[in-house]
């Protein structure tokens, strides 16, 4: 099965592109820069990623989120709490439908610019609020 993988560069979604190296065809991988004091760190892992297994890696942009949405996590937020990562010191960290966001870009992306018809297949860390999201898109022809 083609595949276009959504990939931040954090451990999560590196294991999870990992994974769906090693079972399906990885035609793409897609970074969100939007807006998250992580971005600057985490982007060059997952081209870093992507060059070692010649997968083209594209980042897209979405400014509107940390000009829009109120999180911790984000550049225009407040300091991220200390401790453990736990509902109550962490709930200011959230970023409201990031990944329902993120996972409908690259959608909307794969159908027209892959051919592809999108399936959703969700790869997370049962330690984290937010799960990571690997998008599996089905080629067309798999389908006949």
Do not use: W
């Not at 451990?11 to 999870?16: L, T």
């Not at 409908?104 to 984290?128: D, H, K, M, Q």
Request: proline residues 3%; charged residues 15%; hydrophobic residues 50%.
């Amino acid at each position: 099965m083609k595949v276009v993988v959504l990939l931040s560069g954090g451990m999560d979604s590196v294991a999870a592109f990992y994974d769906a190296m090693s079972q399906h065809e990885v035609v793409a991988a897609i970074s969100f820069d939007y807006g998250a004091k992580h971005n600057h760190k985490e982007i060059p892992f997952a081209a870093y990623h992507c060059t070692k297994f010649s997968v083209e890696h594209r980042v897209i942009s979405l400014d509107f989120v940390g000009e829009l949405f109120k999180s911790d996590l984000l550049k225009s937020g407040g300091a991220i709490p200390d401790g453990h990562y736990e509902e109550q010191t962490m709930k200011s960290t959230v970023v409201p439908f990031r990944n329902g966001i993120m996972l409908s870009i690259a959608a909307g992306l794969a159908a027209p610019r892959f051919g592809l018809v999108t399936t959703a297949l969700f790869y997370g860390s049962a330690l984290a609020l937010s799960a990571l999201v690997t998008l599996a898109v089905e080629t067309l022809a798999a389908r006949r």
